[in-house]
């Protein structure tokens, strides 16, 4: 299957949009639901079994995997999408009824805060810092080497 996929690649050289179509399409196959049976049983070509083995094993593989496919999906499917939607129902719930009065609650009382916090900074810590420099900017700083 590789091997294939590659020699196309290589017949591609030189186009690209050729090789990006061909990219995108082998990106839309992979798959985890696609697992075949050479995948699972890694018997080399040289040395396989009897071919009533082999042609059983493969049958009996792929019939077990489309059945337990269809039986967890039947017993799986809904109450996973019952959970889901629960869960993204109280997620929504939340984000309207909670998260987002809470936002604009801080986005309305912002505007007084910065008012004050504004001329706090103004009256104490701006002429303090400004006093402090002023004081400082009298050191001189000298390196003697020996």
């Known amino acids: 299957m590789l091997d294939a996929s590659v020699s196309d690649l290589r ?10 179509r061909f990219l995108a399409t082998a990106l839309r196959n992979i798959s985890v639901s696609k697992v075949d049976f050479e995948d699972i049983i ?4 040289s040395t396989h079994s009897f071919d009533r083995v082999w ?14 496919y269809r039986i967890l999906t039947t017993f799986l499917a809904i109450p996973m999408a019952f959970i889901a939607g629960i869960v993204f129902g109280i997620l929504s719930c939340i984000h309207i009824w909670v998260v987002m009065p809470v936002i604009q609650g801080c986005m309305m009382t912002l505007p007084p805060i910065h008012v004050i916090w504004t001329s706090l900074t103004d009256m104490f810590i701006g002429p303090f810092f400004f006093s402090l420099g002023r004081c400082l900017s009298s050191i001189n700083v000298k390196t003697v080497q020996n």
């Open 11 to 20: 017949r591609l050289q030189g186009n690209d949009e050729q090789i990006q």
């Open 42 to 45: 890694a018997e080399p070509i």
């Open 55 to 68: 042609i059983s094993s493969h049958a009996v593989f792929e019939l077990v995997k489309y059945i337990f």
